[in-house]
Structure formats: C-alpha cells, structure tokens
C-alpha cells in the first residue's frame, strides 16, 4: 500500500511558476513509476508527466518544454516544475503511483494506475 500526498499548489499569474510535490508513505518509492495527471471542472482527467522507477521521463505534448518531472527517492517525493504557466493549465493535479507500469508503454492511462493522492489546486490567472 502506498499513500500519496500533493502539496505546492496556489494562484499564479500567466507565465509564472509553481512546484508540485508527491510525497508518498506506506511503501519507499524505488520501484514505483509515478505519474502526475490533472482534472479541470467539467473535462476528463488527463496524463500530464510520468517518471519510471529508473527515471525514464514521459510528457503530454502540451507541457512538454515548460514542466519538468524529477524524483528524490531519499525523501520518497516526486516534484513536477511547472514554467511558463498558463491559464489553460489550471487544473487539480493528482500524482498516481503504480510497481507494474512502465511511462512508455500505458503509463498515460488513467485507469491503469493503482493509487491515486487526492490532488493538489492550481489556478493561473491574472
């Protein structure tokens, strides 16, 4: 079992920056792929950024160029840095953690992941 926690969320204007994290607890985070996804009011929940357990990294086309996923096993955290922020990136962003997925292969399928945080805010906007 892993339990999964996101902070780092808040407002932040039009091409501003924020940095999420994921912290996990229950189980060390060496061996887990873990994914960040986000859910706007109204639209489907969505692959944002995924990392493999030996730091292969994967990214929506949207983001690509502007987040920037990283992994601090020691500290059992996932961080997404977040550039360039648009209005169009608000969001609640949710990290998922899963022992068996790799990025490349379903890694952006909501439905393949096993344990889920409940999301952390952002908003962008002026």
């Known amino acids: 079992q892993v339990q999964l926690v996101e902070s780092g969320g808040g407002l932040v204007q039009p091409w501003g920056s924020l940095r999420l994290s994921c912290v996990a607890s229950?189980?060390?985070?060496?061996?887990?792929?873990i994914a960040w996804f986000r859910q706007a009011p109204g639209k489907e929940r969505e692959a944002v950024s995924c990392?493999?357990?030996?730091?292969?990294?994967r990214y929506a086309d949207s983001v690509k160029g502007r987040f920037t996923i990283s992994r601090d096993n020691a500290k059992n955290t996932v961080f997404l840095q977040m550039n360039s922020l648009k209005p169009e990136d608000t969001a609640v962003y949710i990290c998922?953690?899963?022992?068996?997925?790799?990025?490349?292969?379903?890694?952006?399928?909501?439905?393949?992941?096993?344990?889920w945080g409940q999301g952390t805010q952002v908003t962008v906007s002026s």
């Open positions: 998922a953690a899963d022992s068996w997925l790799l990025c490349e292969e379903n890694g952006f399928q909501v439905d393949a992941w096993d344990y």
């Open positions: 990392i493999n357990a030996g730091g292969d990294t």
């Open positions: 229950g189980n060390a985070l060496d061996y887990y792929s």
